[in-house]
């Protein structure tokens, strides 16, 4: 019958089709568990988490190793990739952050966790632009891809350019990257797209603002508010230098942990503020989409109540996940599979 079925080569003795479906739920479902559940319901079909998990295991194996090929080739040319001639009008944005997942393994300090650093692609051309009933405009990106890696920045900076390549870098009129500010994206970002207009993210700005004012008025609201919210100001009307030497008159207080010190914060991104003329231009000042695409792709299936992850099983995992997440399942998945020689 398996051979009728021609399946008597394949792994777990199921079509491929049926691999893919099954990987499919793996990674769109809460867990393994809640994965064993769907595809009975859908298919009839009675197959174990512990099974559930090693074909999404293989399945996300072959397309990882397929998208880090990938990457290797492109970053490979990175000298020899064109630039057109006839670029298109609009911008390209690629927005990048990292996230912890927790591991079955410690590293040398003792800790569990990872860092899962995620990239995020689109263009202007996919933002659709309409007005809400208070008369704003809101903007909604219609289509992105994710990329995800679990590992060291001169990894992850592969997957990442590869990503923007593949939507179209070096063939708009513009490129441009938003982040938190952090040095590894800053020397990343100048390495792989030296030409871009990189911005740093104003909510993260606002956050670290805030975050050192209330350390330097221990708290006294009604001195810390009015000072965040001066500076920022100052900020967002590209009044740069008057916030800097208000600033300055702190930079050398000590600051508790996770508090960053706002005046090396400010001078290390110094060219990346000047907000008013990004909002002149109607560039998007924001890494809300990347923090959103951190939820989705990596906290709402990897990083539920309990959950530890052997680090390639959650690279695996990601690498299906960004997938789906990007729309990219039927043409990037599905296909690589029915094509696989196994």
């Not at 670029?87 to 990872?114: C, F, H, P």
């Not at 709402?300 to 992850?309: E, F, V």
């Amino acid at each position: 019958m398996d051979i009728v079925l021609g399946i008597d080569e394949l792994p777990f003795k199921m079509t491929r089709e049926m691999m893919c479906e099954v990987s499919f739920w793996a990674q769109n479902q809460a867990s393994f568990k809640a994965a064993e559940v769907i595809i009975y319901k859908v298919h009839g079909v009675l197959l174990g988490a512990c099974t559930i998990r090693a074909i999404t295991d293989y399945i996300g194996k072959i397309i990882f190793e397929q998208d880090t090929k990938e990457a290797n080739e492109l970053y490979e040319r990175i000298g020899s990739i064109e630039e057109h001639t006839n670029k298109k009008r609009g911008i390209l944005y690629i927005q990048m952050d990292g996230a912890s997942v927790n591991t079955r393994t410690k590293d040398k300090e003792g800790s569990t966790w990872r860092e899962n650093k995620l990239g995020m692609v689109f263009s202007s051309d996919n933002i659709k632009t309409t007005i809400n009933k208070k008369g704003e405009k809101v903007n909604k990106i219609m289509k992105k891809e994710y990329t995800s890696y679990i590992g060291s920045v001169s990894e992850f900076k592969k997957y990442l350019y590869a990503c923007a390549v593949k939507n179209g870098y070096k063939k708009y009129e513009k490129t441009i990257i938003i982040s938190d500010g952090a040095t590894w994206i800053r020397n990343m970002c100048e390495e792989l797209f030296p030409e871009a207009i990189q911005i740093l993210d104003l909510y993260h700005l606002c956050e670290n603002t805030y975050s050192f004012a209330k350390v330097i008025f221990k708290n006294d609201e009604a001195k810390y508010v009015p000072w965040a919210e001066d500076i920022i100001k100052k900020f967002k009307k590209s009044k740069t230098n008057e916030a800097i030497e208000i600033i300055k008159e702190y930079k050398n207080r000590k600051l508790p942990n996770g508090v960053v010190n706002l005046y090396n914060y400010i001078n290390n991104n110094i060219g990346k503020i000047d907000y008013k003329q990004y909002i002149k231009n109607e560039y998007y000042v924001g890494s809300g989409a990347i923090e959103s695409g951190n939820k989705v792709v990596l906290q709402k299936r990897l990083k539920l109540s309990g959950m530890r992850w052997n680090v390639m099983t959650a690279q695996y995992l990601l690498s299906l996940r960004v997938k789906f997440e990007s729309g990219l399942w039927t043409k990037s998945v599905v296909k690589t599979i029915i094509s696989h020689k196994f």
